[in-house]
């Protein structure tokens, strides 16, 4: 069941003026798998591009751990965006989960969209994405995210650069974060699309359920709120998630760290920092689902998560050896 804030989609779309049925006899549908380097901005472009939150972000690198889809419509043009995670060198076994989902994304997509930080630009984690998709045969289109931080004659440097690699269809320069070149994109990914019936109902943006979304949202405020002091290996169990008879929903969670240290961390000083974590987080998902929540977190001291095969199951990861 996708979560009960996609119904939601049509009143908030045609409050701003956008009228969402299909007039056109002709449909057009396609998957644009959205691949990149940590931290290029991809999923604030996908959540830009679909209109509202599907996928959670933040400063830290690898804040997208598994594949995400969200839905955009432009005119009579639905597109898939398979947000995935950041490509990297992987170390550990949740490392090579996280890019066999990236590559994994990319499977059977009518296009790529490789994203690159414009500032950021060339370097190291740059060339494992480059090397695998020398050898991909789908349409292969090239975003330069954060021009508006960017300085120009960079961005014509690096697009030169990797235009001479990969030999681009099309290049496009934008600002996920200020909307820049957004509008442009959107419409030049509508006109890209096959012709044929659109995937997904009109009304709905993601394919997450609400458990899977509950457990991201927490991880976001993780990782907002305490910004260099958590490792990056924690993870958010939701262990239950359930209606109650009055309409709000009811979300028990637990917090998995790897030691004692970092549950003290996640804790603060008389509790007060999970407390505002899950304040933060109670706050997001009751405007995202629509209704009252109630949510109930717990701080775990678990060094082996990692190799748990329940919790790779639970956060939307394959197992991997």
Known sequence: MCYTMLTRRREHLEQNGIKLTVESETQRCGVIAVVGA????????????????????????????????GVAIEGDAQIVLVDTPGIFAPKRRLDRAMVQAAWGGAQGADLIAMIVDGKAGLGPKLEPIIESLKHRTERKWLILNKVDIATKE?????????????????????????????????????????????????????????????????????????????????AVDTEQYKERDDGSVEIHQQILVGRPTQRAIVLGKGGQRLKEIG???????????????????????????????GIYRDIGLDWVE
């Open 38 to 69: 940590p931290n290029a901005g991809k999923s604030t472009l996908v959540n830009a591009l679909v209109g509202q939150k599907v996928a959670i972000t933040s400063p830290k690198a690898q804040t997208t751990r598994t594949r995400v889809m």
């Open 154 to 234: 960079r961005l014509l440097v690096h697009t030169q650069k990797l235009n001479d690699q990969l030999g681009f269809d099309e290049i496009y320069f934008v600002s996920a974060a200020t909307g820049d070149g957004l509008p442009e994109l959107k419409a030049a990914f509508a006109k890209a699309m096959p012709e044929g019936p659109w995937h997904f109902p009109e009304d709905q943006v993601s394919d997450a359920t609400d458990r899977m979304l509950a457990a991201e949202i927490t991880r976001e405020q993780l990782y907002h709120q305490l910004h260099a002091e958590l490792p990056y290996a924690a």
């Open 279 to 309: 304040s933060k987080a109670r706050a997001e998902l009751a405007t995202l689902l629509g209704v009252k929540v109630h949510l109930y977190l717990h701080v775990k001291v678990k060094e082996d998560w990692e190799d748990d095969r």
